[in-house]
C-alpha cells in the first residue's frame, strides 16, 4: 500500500495523470485495512491528480472526502492541502466565492503553521478569485503578498504567476503603465526560466498596451484583401460560424462592401442568442453593437447608427470600461457633427475627452505612454475644437486646444517643481487667466492649432477681444510641412559653408515621404522653385563660384512672405506689444518665425518684434508664476564635449570627428563668463550629470546631436574607455538622463545642430528643448539647423555680451540677431533665423 502511494505521487509529478490507478489501487487497499491515514492521503493524490486533468467535480470529490478525514484525525498538512484542491477547483468551476472560502482556510492553516509555500500559493488563489470577481484592490492586495513571498524564497514561476494576475488586474482597470510594469518583469523572469509560452504571453499583453496607448501600431484591426484573396472564406471548413462572420466582416470593410460586411455583424448578433457562442458573444458584445453602428453611418443611415451606438454605451458601462466609453461618445459626436446637430455633439465629445482624461492619469509618470496616448486620441479635442469654433465659442477652444497642447509635460514640471496636484495650471484654466498672463508681461500670445484641414490662430492681448483667424488647407499639416521644407530649400539652410557638422544626421527632405495630393498654394510654390533653379542654371558665371552667397535675394525671401501672409499677415492688426510669444503646433514648430518677412514692408518679424517660444499657455503661466529662487544662481556651466576615439553608434564602432569649433566657443563664452569650461574628454557623461545635478544658473552645450534619437554626445569616462568599446548609453546623454538629473538652471543654451527639432507630435516637440525644461530649467535656447562656424561663435558670443550686461534673454537674442543682420557676410536668414528661445523670459544676474 505505500508503495502504491510513494508510485502514484511519483507519477502525479511527473503530470502521468493517467497512472493514477495507483492512487486507487492505494485507496481500495487502504478500506479495506481501514488505514484512515492512507486512506486520506489516497483521497490527496486523487484529488491532486483530476485536478490536473481539469476533471474538477472528481477532484472536487475526493478533496472533500480527504478534508474529511484530515479534520477528524487533526492532519493540518492533510486539511490545507484539500482546502487548496478545492479552492482551486471552485475557481476554475467559477465558483470563486468558494473558492475564496476554502484559500482563506488554507491561508489561515499556513500561517499558523508557518509554511511559506502554502501561504504564497493561497495568497495566488486569493488574488486570482477576487480578480475573477473584478474586486480588483483585493486581488491586487492578495497577488502583492503572493510576490513579495515568492521573490523573497525565489520561487520563480510563482513570482512570474503573480506578475500575470498583477499586470491582467491593472490592465482591467486600464491602468497601463503599472500593467506594463508588471509584465515586463513577468517576461524577463520567462526569458531566463526559458519559458517560450509565456515569453509570448507577455510580449502579447505588452503589444496589447502599446497597441492601446499608441506607442507602436500592434496589431492591425482590419485584414485587407491580400491577406483574403477571392474565395477564402468559402474554402474554409473548420471556421465555426460565429468567427466566419466575424472574418467576413473584416474583408467586406476592408473592400468597403459595407452593407455585406453590416450583414456579417447581424450574423453574429443573431448567433450569440446561442448559448454555444455565449462566451464569445459576452466578450465581443461592445465591438459587435458599436461596429454595426459604424456599418449604418457609413450607409447613411444615421439614426440606426445613432440607436446601436447608445446600445454599445450601455455595455461599456455595465462592463466598467472607461476606453469603450469613451470610444461610444467619439463615436456619437461624430454623427452629431455631421447632424449638425452640434450641441449633442459637443456634449459626446467633451464625454469621450473624460473617459480618456481618467486613463491618462492612470499612466501615472510613464512620459512616453502620455505623449503616444494624446497623440493617437488627438482626433476627440479636435473634433470638439472644430464644434467649438463652428458655435463662435471662440475663448473655450483656445482653453481647450492649450489643455492638450504639451499636457505631458505639464506634469512633468509640476512633479519638477514640487507642485502638488490641486496646484496644477492647467485645472480650471479660464480665458480670464490667459488674459492676466499676458497682462502680467506686456506681451501678444499668438497660439496656432492645426484642426483637420484647418490652421486656427488665436491671438491674445491684455484687455483686447480675442484675435482669431482661420486659414484653409486642403492637406493642412501636409501643406505647411512642405511650405516649411519650401523655405529651407529657399534659404538655402543645407548649403552652409565652413560648418563642422555638430548633427549626427543628414537634414533631408524625403520624397517618398511626399503626399501627392498637393494643394494649389504648394504647386505653385513648387512650379515657382523649378523655375528659380532653371534661371540659376542660365547663370551659372555668376552663381558657379558660390551660389549661396551670389544668388538673387529676392528669390529666397519671396517663400519667406508667403509664410508671412499665412500665419501673421491676417492678425497683425492685433499685436501691439513689441515681444510676441508664439506656441506652434505641427509643421510650424519647425519654422523659423524670425525670418518671415513682411512683403509691405520688407522687414523680418524678428526686425520689428522680440520673438519667444513656449509650449503652451499652462506651462507658460507656471515658469512666469513660479519662483526664480527656485533655480541656480551658482556659476555658469560651460560644455565643449568632443573627443578622439572609437564608441559604438548604432551597432557599428565609429569615429566622430573633432569639433574645434566648438571647443574655441565654449572656450570664448567661458573666459566671457569667468567660469572654466568642461572640455572635450574631461566632458564625461557622468561628470556632466553630476555638474547638472549640482546647479548652474546658465548650462551652455557646444557638442554633437542625433535629431533621430534627440541625444547629445560627451565623452565616456577613461574607466569605461579602458575596458571595452563605448556603447551608447555610455557617453549618450539621453532625455531621460536631462529629466533624472533636475536641471534647476535659468538659462540652457544648446550649441547643437538641430538641438531644437524632434519629433512632433500633439505634444509638441520631443527633444532635448523639451527634456531641460521639464528637467527644472527656465528657457531654453535651440537652434533649427547648422550654421557657419564663425557665424555660430559671432552669434553666441554676441548673444552672451548683452545677456552679461543685463538685458533679458528675449531681448539679447533679438538685439544679437540685429547685429547679424547688419553684419554683411552673416545678413541671411540662414545665419541668424535658426535660434530660437522657449520658455521664460529670464535675466541672468552674473556673479563677478
Not at 517643481?417 to 496644477?424: F, N
Request: charged share 30%; with cysteine; aromatic share 10%.
Amino acid at each position: 500500500m505505500i508503495a502504491d502511494i510513494i508510485l502514484g505521487d511519483a507519477h502525479l509529478k511527473k503530470e502521468e495523470y493517467d497512472d493514477i490507478l495507483y492512487g486507487k489501487k492505494c485507496l481500495a487497499v487502504a478500506q479495506a485495512s481501514g488505514d484512515k491515514g492512507a486512506k486520506m492521503y489516497a483521497y490527496m493524490t486523487l484529488g491532486d491528480a483530476h485536478s490536473k486533468k481539469k476533471e474538477y467535480d472528481d477532484a472536487i470529490s475526493y478533496s472533500t472526502q480527504c478534508l474529511a478525514i484530515a479534520q477528524e484525525s487533526g492532519d493540518k498538512v492533510a486539511e490545507m492541502s484539500g482546502y487548496m484542491t478545492l479552492a482551486n477547483g471552485h475557481l476554475l468551476k467559477e465558483k470563486y466565492d468558494d473558492a475564496i472560502s476554502y484559500s482563506t482556510k488554507c491561508l489561515a492553516i499556513a500561517r499558523e503553521s508557518g509554511d511559506e509555500v502554502a501561504e504564497m500559493n493561497a495568497y495566488m488563489l486569493l488574488g486570482n478569485a477576487h480578480l475573477k470577481k473584478k474586486e480588483y484592490e483585493d486581488g491586487i492586495s492578495y497577488s502583492k503578498n503572493c510576490l513579495a513571498i515568492s521573490h523573497e524564497s525565489g520561487e520563480k514561476v510563482a513570482e512570474m504567476k503573480a506578475f500575470i494576475l498583477l499586470g491582467d488586474a491593472h490592465l482591467e482597470k486600464e491602468e497601463y503603465d503599472d500593467a506594463h510594469s508588471f509584465f515586463t518583469q513577468g517576461r524577463t523572469i520567462a526569458e531566463e526560466q526559458g519559458d517560450n509560452r509565456n515569453v509570448i504571453f507577455f510580449k502579447t499583453r505588452i503589444n496589447e498596451i502599446y497597441e492601446i496607448v499608441g506607442t507602436s501600431e500592434g496589431y492591425s484591426e482590419l485584414l485587407s484583401e491580400l491577406e483574403f484573396p477571392q474565395g477564402f472564406l468559402d474554402g474554409i471548413q473548420n471556421f465555426d460560424s460565429f468567427l466566419r462572420s466575424l472574418l467576413g466582416y473584416l474583408l467586406n470593410k476592408a473592400s468597403g462592401n459595407y452593407k455585406e460586411a453590416l450583414s456579417c455583424l447581424e450574423t453574429c448578433m443573431a448567433l450569440g442568442n446561442n448559448s454555444y457562442y455565449k462566451a464569445e458573444y459576452g466578450e465581443k458584445l461592445w465591438t459587435l453593437k458599436h461596429d454595426i453602428s459604424e456599418m449604418h453611418v457609413l450607409l447613411r443611415d444615421y439614426d440606426k447608427g445613432i440607436q446601436y451606438q447608445q446600445e454599445a454605451l450601455d455595455v461599456a458601462r455595465k462592463e466598467g470600461s472607461k476606453s469603450k466609453q469613451a470610444k461610444s461618445h467619439f463615436s456619437l459626436g461624430k454623427v452629431y457633427y455631421k447632424l449638425q446637430q452640434y450641441g449633442n455633439a459637443e456634449k459626446s465629445l467633451k464625454e469621450s475627452l473624460t473617459g480618456y482624461e481618467k486613463i491618462f492619469v492612470g499612466l501615472k509618470q510613464n512620459d512616453r505612454f502620455k505623449i503616444a496616448f494624446v497623440d493617437k486620441y488627438k482626433e476627440t479635442f479636435k473634433k470638439l475644437l472644430k464644434v467649438l469654433i463652428e458655435t463662435n465659442k471662440k475663448e473655450e477652444a483656445l482653453v481647450l486646444s492649450d489643455h492638450y497642447r504639451a499636457k505631458a509635460l505639464k506634469d512633468l514640471l509640476v512633479s519638477s517643481y514640487g507642485m502638488k496636484k490641486e496646484q496644477t495650471p492647467d485645472e480650471d484654466l479660464q480665458y480670464a487667466d490667459v488674459q492676466s498672463l499676458v497682462s502680467s508681461s506686456d506681451y501678444t500670445l499668438l497660439f496656432y492649432s492645426t484642426c483637420f484641414d484647418e490652421l486656427y490662430t488665436f491671438v491674445v492681448e491684455a484687455g483686447k477681444e480675442l484675435g482669431f483667424s482661420v486659414q484653409r488647407f486642403k492637406y493642412c499639416d501636409t501643406c505647411l510641412d512642405k511650405l516649411v521644407d519650401e523655405r529651407f530649400e529657399d534659404m538655402k539652410v543645407r548649403q552652409v559653408i565652413h560648418c563642422e557638422d555638430r548633427s549626427l544626421d543628414n537634414m533631408h527632405y524625403s520624397e517618398e515621404n511626399k503626399d501627392p495630393k498637393d494643394d494649389e498654394l504648394t504647386q505653385l510654390l513648387i512650379q515657382r522653385r523649378e523655375k528659380r533653379l532653371s534661371e540659376q542654371c542660365r547663370s551659372t558665371c555668376v552663381c558657379r563660384e558660390n551660389p549661396s552667397e551670389n544668388c538673387d535675394k529676392s528669390s529666397r525671401t519671396s517663400g519667406l512672405e508667403i509664410l508671412n501672409q499665412k500665419l501673421i499677415h491676417n492678425i497683425k492688426c492685433f499685436i501691439k506689444q513689441d515681444e510676441i510669444v508664439i506656441i506652434p503646433e505641427g509643421p510650424s514648430c519647425r519654422l523659423p518665425f524670425a525670418a518671415l518677412r513682411d512683403p509691405d514692408t520688407g522687414q523680418f518679424l524678428s526686425e520689428t518684434k522680440r520673438i519667444r517660444m513656449a509650449p503652451s499657455i499652462s506651462s507658460l503661466k507656471l515658469l512666469q508664476e513660479y519662483p526664480v529662487d527656485h533655480h541656480s544662481r551658482k556659476k555658469a556651466l560651460i560644455i565643449g564635449a568632443t573627443f578622439v576615439g572609437s564608441v559604438m553608434f548604432n551597432g557599428e564602432k565609429t569615429e566622430f570627428k573633432f569639433l574645434h569649433g566648438a571647443i574655441l566657443e565654449a572656450q570664448e563664452i567661458a573666459s566671457m563668463l569667468g567660469v572654466r569650461a568642461l572640455l572635450s574628454a574631461y566632458a564625461t557623461k557622468h561628470v556632466v550629470i553630476k555638474r547638472l545635478q549640482e546647479g548652474a544658473s546658465v548650462v551652455h552645450i557646444a557638442a554633437h546631436g542625433d535629431l533621430e534619437k534627440a541625444t547629445i554626445v560627451l565623452a565616456p569616462s577613461p574607466e569605461i574607455r579602458a575596458t571595452k568599446i563605448p556603447d551608447e548609453e555610455d557617453y549618450m546623454l539621453t532625455m531621460a538622463d536631462v529629466q533624472q538629473a533636475q536641471v534647476r538652471a535659468q538659462l540652457v543654451v544648446l550649441s547643437c545642430c538641430h538641438s531644437g527639432r524632434g519629433e512632433i507630435k500633439a505634444e509638441g516637440v520631443v527633444g532635448m528643448c523639451r527634456a531641460f525644461l521639464a528637467s527644472g530649467a527656465r528657457a531654453v535656447v535651440g537652434s533649427l539647423w547648422a550654421i557657419n562656424d564663425d557665424a555660430t561663435r559671432m552669434f553666441m558670443e554676441t548673444f552672451y555680451k548683452y545677456l552679461k550686461d543685463g538685458k533679458s534673454a528675449s531681448t539679447s537674442l533679438h538685439l544679437t540677431m540685429n547685429d547679424m543682420r547688419k553684419t554683411p557676410q552673416y545678413s541671411e536668414p540662414k545665419y541668424w533665423a535658426p535660434f530660437f528661445l522657449m520658455g521664460d523670459d529670464v535675466t541672468i544676474q552674473f556673479k563677478d
